[in-house]
């Protein structure tokens, strides 16, 4: 598997967000590997995005977001799940996207549709809360072989709140593909 390089991060967000779907996240703990296909994701774009938790501005909560790209930001909402995001662009921009969904490839048991799910499945939590993604424990991977696949565009899920940018397509996802969150 090759690792992805900080510099296919530091792109736009969107595009970078459709571009991480096929490729493996990869997970190495004394329990063992643990790899999934990200199948679905959403894009948030920074600090002008009514979405994005960098909306609200560079806060404790936000700082790794605001980092340099490369790095997961992980946060609890309701109290209960964590999310694993993946930061983009430059840094200051406040951009990341977000793993909505993963297919189990390797030593993965539980749940996988849903961010809060794939974390559980995955152990991942606020711990993880920037960790380079280009290391060599946590990492995402481009696959052997590239896939043929389309890719839908949605709205985001979630965000109602978010007024215009509620609306705007920049949740992706691999056609078909039975551990999508929901169609």
């Given at each position: 598997m090759q690792r992805?390089?900080?510099?296919?991060?530091d792109r736009d967000t969107a595009l970078v967000a459709q571009e991480l779907l096929g490729k493996s996240l990869v997970y190495r703990t004394a329990?063992?590997?643990?790899?999934?296909?990200?199948?679905?994701?959403?894009?948030?774009?920074?600090?002008?995005?009514?979405?994005?938790?960098?909306?609200?501005?560079?806060?404790?909560?936000?700082?790794?977001?605001?980092?340099?790209p490369g790095y997961a930001y992980v946060y609890l909402i309701y109290g209960v799940h964590h999310c694993l995001n993946v930061v983009t662009e430059r840094e200051g921009v406040g951009a990341a996207v977000l793993i909505r969904a993963l297919e189990p490839e390797k030593n993965i048991s539980g749940h996988t549709q849903g961010p809060g799910r794939l974390c559980r499945a995955l152990d991942i939590d606020r711990r993880m809360n920037g960790r380079d993604l280009v290391s060599d424990d946590f990492f995402i991977a481009a696959p052997p072989a590239a896939e043929e696949f389309s890719i839908v565009k949605r709205p985001?899920?979630?965000?109602?709140?978010?007024?215009h940018w509620a609306r705007r397509r920049l949740r992706f996802y691999i056609r078909g593909n039975p551990f999508i969150s929901r169609p």
């Open positions: 992805l390089s900080r510099s296919f991060y329990a063992g590997e643990r790899i999934g296909k990200i199948v679905e994701v959403e894009a948030y774009l920074g600090a002008h995005d009514l979405a994005s938790h960098s909306a609200k501005g560079l806060t404790a909560r936000t700082q790794t977001m605001f980092g340099p985001r899920i979630g965000v109602d709140y978010a007024k």
